[in-house]
């Protein structure tokens, strides 16, 4: 049995080591991935909408991040990392504008109105007792006050008003031809693409998934149009090509469609939609497209019904789309065949 | 109370200056704020070959007009200027002129497969930018975009969206002639495949 003192010794080493650990926990850096995690939240990503790097899961926002890392591994600081991202994209990338230079000001306003608001709060209870004042000379107190009140309520009203009537006049639209993706990609107009461009893109990116979303705008461009060959094999394409669920479930209807609408394949056809409805269950479209083909194809016009009700149930339907199964809906619920 | 009149008159006036610099500012496109590279050293384009056949010595653009080309196959408006881009690699090559096409978030073989198709000028020359680090020294936002570079390695010119002859070649003939074009918006840009 170890003696009382042996124990008292073992107990101290073992706090000793306890208080040992516990210091390099504190005083040690913060560990890497930290520190990249708290510059990338810093860094905008220049090719999103006000989102952070270590947010985005853009290419450009990850090879930042990678490039954050790769220069805590190098050993730079905090500083000279994001110096080396702004030497090349400029201010506007920190999420927060720094406080000093051009920007202070952005820092300063809000501090400067409260200090407005609050001398003017003050000064509103510290008004003048009126009978330091003499008799004669005292104003009705109430009445200065609310003539106050409303001569600030109409300078606010007034500024206001201004403000409102002048921002219409210098809003500016973006430039014809003149925008920029990233930010303006969603100004870019797929319709200005011709069909041979787009064949020509999505031919350079024959097993790039990520031209998924081209290739489906163009294949549905020719199912649009009835050129069922054409689309036909850029569906194929994509199903073939790691698509996400709503772009497979896209391609699946419309093949779904066309096998029916230009081979005559009924149960080929719900089959395919059916798949396509896996993916993305509720999708309308698709829906509404089973009923055709349940109605055109096995001559189901009760069954047919209940689908396209199910349709106009859905919400955000497009007009012509509602329109067309308002029509098929009164047609299929009286008994008349498929037209 | 004329200081609370004042104040409230100058936080009135502040709102609508407020006002007016918002609505002014964000008509425009934050991606036009000219690049800070302008009139700084251009990043070296320490990079590989495009073809995969080793490591480009950047030391071969010293002294020279360099104009740097991102550009991707996923990318619609640079298949506009890559004809022109070839012609001009070709047409100012007896003038010390170099043009650099970087592949950008792009696989080497698919940038090569739209090299092949489009065509390619064998006085141009083609990277890769594997981790995307030419184009976050760069400071690039969305493809195409193109960097003039003076003979002193200094950036003096950027052009967004998609070139052509008269660009490329009035813009070298200005940085040649030791002007600074700047910055210039020509159209489109796409930031990554499938926007």
């Known amino acids: 049995m170890p003696s009382p003192s042996r124990r008292t010794g073992s107990w101290l080493a073992l706090a000793l080591l306890a208080v040992a650990v516990a210091m390099v926990v504190v005083t040690a850096p913060p560990p890497a991935e930290d520190r990249a995690q708290a510059i990338g939240s810093q860094v905008r990503c220049p090719v999103c909408q006000g989102e952070a790097i270590v947010d985005s899961p853009s290419e450009t926002a990850r090879n930042m991040m990678d490039l954050v890392r790769a220069r805590i591994d190098e050993g730079l600081t905090d500083q000279q990392i994001i110096d080396e991202l702004l030497t090349s994209y400029g201010g506007s990338l920190l999420l927060n504008p720094p406080a000093r230079g051009a920007t202070l000001w952005l820092w300063l306003a809000p501090l400067v109105a409260l200090g407005v608001g609050t001398a003017m709060v003050a000064r509103r209870f510290h008004v003048a007792p009126a009978d330091h004042l003499p008799a004669a000379a005292a104003p009705p107190v109430s009445g200065t006050l609310s003539r106050r009140w409303i001569w600030g309520a109409a300078v606010l009203v007034l500024g206001g008003a201004v403000a409102v009537a002048t921002v219409g006049q210098f ?16 100004d870019f107009d797929p319709d200005s693409v011709s069909n041979e461009t787009l064949e020509a893109v999505v031919a350079a990116n024959a097993d790039n998934p990520a031209i998924n979303g081209m290739r489906l705008a163009l294949a ?10 054409q689309a036909f094999g850029h569906y194929e394409i994509v199903l073939d090509n790691q698509p996400a669920p709503n772009e497979a479930a896209n391609a699946f209807t419309r093949l779904g469609w066309m096998v029916f609408d230009g081979n005559g394949e009924a149960d080929l056809g719900i089959e395919l939609i059916d798949r396509g409805l896996e993916l993305v269950p509720n999708d309308a479209f698709a829906i509404y497209l089973k009923g055709r083909i349940i109605w055109c194809g096995q001559g189901d016009a009760d069954t047919a019904a209940d689908l396209f009700s199910s ?9 012509e789309i509602q329109d067309r199964v308002e029509t098929d809906l009164a047609a299929a619920a009286a008994g008349e065949d498929c037209q | 109370m004329r200081w609370a009149r004042i104040g409230a008159l100058a936080l009135a006036a502040g709102a609508v200056v407020l006002a007016v610099i918002f609505s002014t500012r964000f008509g425009n496109d934050p991606n036009l704020v000219p690049s800070p590279l302008l009139g700084q050293p251009a990043p070296t384009l320490a990079l590989p070959f495009l073809d995969g056949s080793g490591p480009f010595d950047p030391s071969v653009l010293e002294g020279r007009v360099v104009v740097v080309n991102f550009f991707a196959s996923w990318c619609v408006p640079c298949r506009e ?7 001009t690699a070709n047409a100012f090559a007896s ?5 650099v096409e970087i592949a950008y978030q792009d696989a080497a073989e698919n940038a090569l497969a739209f090299l092949n198709e489009i065509g390619a000028s064998p006085n141009a020359i083609y990277l890769a930018d594997p981790d995307g680090r030419a184009a976050i020294a760069f400071g690039v936002f969305g493809i195409p975009e193109t960097f003039f570079v003076a003979t002193d390695g200094t950036v003096v010119g950027k052009a967004l969206g998609a070139t052509d002859a008269l660009v490329l070649g009035s813009t070298i003939d200005a940085v040649l002639a030791g002007e600074r074009p700047g910055q210039q918006v020509l159209g489109e840009t796409f930031d990554g495949p499938g926007s």
């Open chain 1, 311 to 319: 349709v106009l149930s859905s919400t955000g339907l497009d007009a």
């Open chain 2, 95 to 99: 003038r010390e002129v170099i043009v």
């Open chain 1, 220 to 229: 549905n461009r020719y199912f649009e149009e009835g050129n069922y060959q």
């Open chain 1, 171 to 186: 809003q500016q639209a973006r430039p014809e031809d003149q925008s920029l993706s990233g930010v303006a990609g969603e």
């Open chain 2, 81 to 87: 200027e890559q004809v022109d881009l070839t012609a």
